[in-house]
């Protein structure tokens, strides 16, 4: 592509003009890079033979990838950038465990008390222990499962409504009343309610993890379509779209980079919620194997719960943010830089 | 979507039996707001395009020049006065009206080609045949090879260069232009002047192009329209004689320098005019002297 930019001559012959005005071309990798690089690269993947097969016929031009392809890929982005992120985000982590090491082994107490705070290798031990017993991973299965369905279910309400509240001053003026008088109420104040509405302890935590999803979705939805640049609804509806096709074409994709902000933030906030109500209603869930373990006097299920609950949460707010930068390829030249 | 055909073989005159294009702008008044905030934006404005010519609407800015291109798009309901194009009253936007607005009103997310594409895929064009279609108008604008960028990754002439092209994607009857080159440095706002009349001259399009740049006008249009200070009325309208096609030297003329003068005076008055109404009264010789609470005096 970026080769292209730069031989193409503008069919239109008027000096000035040409590709001297690209603000960015997309750089291509040179066509033939050095044989010795894409060598050693293959090289590091040994289990690869394909690649390296001298069996196969001459390779034509074909666009396939190989692990060379894709181990060449991960070798350019290894930048001094990149290595100092890592290396600090190592400095990060490895203080707070640290900090745990030394408070445990030292029994540190100071107004904070390690007293009963496990030991790495007593965490460690018990995570060898039952880390893979059906138990640990069948509460890690319900919590998910939950995640998932109040999350889906607060996209698949939350984002139409925020469309139409956002597009329609009547539907706004309709609904936003009820809105915000129930969002100020923590998802955890629902508990009790839950339960009641419910007919099973099942339902009223995933309704519990929705309401927790919900809000932040819906708000920043209709935050998207507000902020939306009004010269683009008016192009769009110039340019012959009728109002369903405004909403497919202008306002959602639009709105989108505002939704991904509310799904990080609903993401969040649904597992805030989640392990709130399996530690109060709950059986089985991350959230109810670390409150029974405080309950048991295992503490240092108490601190593999915790561990758990951050890892899936991160885990979470990760996926999104990947599905967020694939469906939205556009945002990596955005003027304010990378997200 | 036949015309989409026709109108794509840019110098092979398509075999049209009645010129389109016409717009027809009659008795128009717009006023905003009511009792002691109302405003006459737009009052007694009556002017024309004929098919297939270049018309510009100039102004000092709030004059309303915006405000009645707004109307023939289709945006705003004038209060009184009809617009037709062709003969049919004008209520709601269409693709029969290409608009390039005067901010980048590109689709962020959509590949220059889809940008381009966009009126077509609404229109419930194929995705093959719209495709050849966008590439062809890219390859016109001179920028196929951009094709699978994102407009974010342009400079504001290219972005205004597909602007024009996804306008006139859809065959319109006519170009709508709201200060289109407004945001552009002086360089490449003279370039793009002569892609358009380079474009202009292929499609032989109406264009109503509103601008509030003497030459700029000028070097455009077969005709001009001078609006005055709000509220906005028809001040005077202007014939170029210059032949076609306009090459840049063109503007170094004794012809094109005449108008230039001409205009200047015009917009020169109404300028005044629209930042203090007393000099309208008093005339330029008020001018530089202490008119008032808030004359001219204190203006400069």
Known sequence: MGNMARTKVAA?????????????????????APAAEAFAAGAAEPSEPAALDPALPEPERVPTVTLRDIARFFVKRITRERIIAL???CVSLGTLFLVWYLGTKYRFEFYIRFKNVPTPAEVYRQAAQIGLSNKFLVNIAYSVRRILTGFLIAIAIG?????????YQRVRELLMPTVEILRPIPAIAWVPMSIMLWPNN???????????????ILLNTIHGVHSLDGVLIRAGRCLGANEAQLFWNVILPGSLPHIFTGLAVGMGVAWVSLIAAEMISGQFGVGYLTWEAY??????????????IGVLGLACSGIIRMVGVLMMPWLAFAPGGKR | MSVIETSLEPSGQPAREAPKGFVDVRNMGVTFGSGDNRVVAVEDVSLHVQPGEFVSLIGPSGCGKSTLLSIVAGFVTPTRGEALLDGKPINKPGSDRGVVFQQYSLFPWLSVRKNVEFGLKMAGVGLSKRNVTARSLLDLAGLLSFENHYPDQLSGGMKQRIGIIRALATSPQVLLMDEPFGAL?????????????????????????ITHDIEESIFLSDRI?????????IKAEIKVPLP?????EMTDTPEFLNLVQELKGLIREESLAAMAPEIKDRGLAGFGMKVGPKGVGELY
Request: charged share 15%.
């Open chain 1, 12 to 32: 239109i012959p008027i000096p000035g003009i040409g590709p001297e005005l690209i603000v960015k071309t997309v750089k291509a990798p040179p066509p033939d």
């Open chain 1, 87 to 89: 290396a600090l985000a």
């Open chain 1, 159 to 167: 984002v139409p409504m925020g469309l139409l509240i956002g597009k």
């Open chain 1, 202 to 216: 099942e339902a009223a935590i995933v309704f519990i993890t929705f309401i927790g999803a919900f809000f932040p």
């Open chain 1, 295 to 308: 309950s048991l006097v295992d503490y240092p299920t108490i601190m593999l719960g915790m561990i758990t």
């Open chain 2, 185 to 209: 440095d002086t360089q490449t706002r003279v370039v793009m002047q002569e892609i358009l009349t380079n474009i202009w001259q292929q499609f032989r399009i109406s264009v109503l192009f």
């Open chain 2, 225 to 233: 329209y001078v609006m005055t200070a709000r509220p906005g009325r």
């Open chain 2, 244 to 248: 076609r096609p306009r090459t840049p």
